[in-house]
């Protein structure tokens, strides 16, 4: 069945490094790949997204790059922050359906 | 009151109750969702509504009603759970265009629920 795979479980860097967190989904129509952000206690938002007729997308110091073939995208955080501290979530999802297949989730903790 | 609101935040329930839970969004889209987030777990989708239409039931046990009056308004109506359920549940919204083109998932804050 749809299965998102996401790696590591947790993650921790020093502030300023940088931090990848990696996912592979199943499903080749997938064709759209939130990442969510979720603090302690708090709900999970969306911090960047990526369609399949994209490779890459870039918003200040988070990146996603997308390879369709490999059917793997990955979460690229430069010049961490502490306030980066949190779990992310990778999804992936087909187009016409409401369906968000998510990854296990990665605790990343950036030490000051 | 903005975005997705839940309530209640908390719930403690025995096995033999009902209760229900209630999700509300102020956002103006026309598709809500359920999911269950567990500790060491990946979020769960639930339900898929859209437009009030039930598009998605990921095998969840009867023991979960939901309900969608209208495009505003999400509930999750519980009996006879069991403390596995113990979970936080998290509803969340979209836009969908042309109904089959889904936008961006705005989530709620989540009820904590405890089956004794």
């Known amino acids: 069945g749809e299965n998102v795979e996401q790696h590591p479980s947790t993650l921790s860097v020093q502030e300023g490094d940088s931090a990848v967190i990696k996912c592979t989904y199943s499903?080749?129509?997938?064709?759209?790949f939130p990442w969510y952000k979720q603090e302690l206690g708090k709900r999970p938002q969306l911090i960047i997204d990526?369609?399949?007729?994209?490779g890459e997308k870039k918003d200040q110091r988070i990146a996603v790059t997308l390879n369709k073939t490999a059917k793997h995208f990955s979460l690229h955080i430069t010049e961490t922050q502490p306030e980066d501290s949190a779990v992310y979530f990778c999804?992936?999802?087909?187009?016409?359906?409401?369906?968000?297949?998510f990854g296990q989730g990665t605790t990343l903790q950036v030490k000051p | 009151e903005t975005g997705v609101t839940q309530t209640p935040r908390h719930l403690v329930m025995g096995m033999t109750n009902k209760k229900s839970l209630k999700c509300e969004q102020h956002?103006?889209?026309?598709?809500m969702y359920w999911y269950k987030q567990s500790a060491k777990k990946p979020l769960e989708l639930m339900f898929v509504?859209?437009?009030?239409?039930?598009?998605e039931n990921n095998s969840v046990p009867s023991r979960f009603s939901p309900e969608c009056p209208n495009s505003s308004h999400l509930f999750l109506h519980l009996h006879t759970l069991q403390p596995e359920d113990s979970a936080l549940y998290l509803c969340?919204?979209?836009?969908?265009?042309?109904?089959?083109?889904?936008?961006?998932?705005?989530f709620g804050p989540g009820t904590r629920l405890t089956v004794l």
């Open positions: 969340a919204s979209s836009q969908v265009i042309r109904g089959t083109s889904y936008n961006e998932q705005f």
């Open positions: 499903d080749s129509a997938s064709n759209y």
């Open positions: 990526i369609r399949s007729n994209v």
């Open positions: 999804a992936a999802r087909r187009g016409n359906t409401g369906k968000l297949i």
């Open positions: 956002l103006g889209h026309n598709a």
């Open positions: 509504y859209n437009f009030k239409e039930q598009t």
